[in-house]
């Protein structure tokens, strides 16, 4: 359905009928539905939902990898400061 809580404008709708579309496509459209997410909406359910509701019909689709990948990194803890710590004087 286009226009739902888990895909307020139709984003991920509009991926999987674009003939053709490829990965980084995906991406694009992935990162434009994540930054047009309400701040309190859960990403991780959502992205649960999304996938249970297109992956079956669309097997071969390249947003299944995009979305399975946005929810694996979202589990990976980030470290957050520089790439290294130096020790102080």
């Known amino acids: 359905m286009k226009g739902d809580a888990n895909d307020p404008k ?4 509009e991926a999987y009928r674009i003939d053709g579309i490829t ?3 995906c991406r694009t459209i992935f990162l434009d539905w994540v930054l047009s997410l309400p701040v309190e909406q859960d990403t991780g359910l959502s992205l649960r939902s999304l996938i ?4 079956p019909g669309h097997p071969d689709h ?3 990898d ?3 990948e946005g929810l694996a990194g979202m589990a990976a803890p980030r470290r957050r400061g520089g790439w290294r710590s130096r020790a102080r004087n």
């Open 66 to 68: 995009v979305m399975t």
């Open 52 to 55: 249970a509701e297109y992956q």
């Open 23 to 25: 990965k980084p496509e």
């Open 62 to 64: 390249p947003m299944n």
């Open 10 to 13: 139709g984003l991920i709708f």
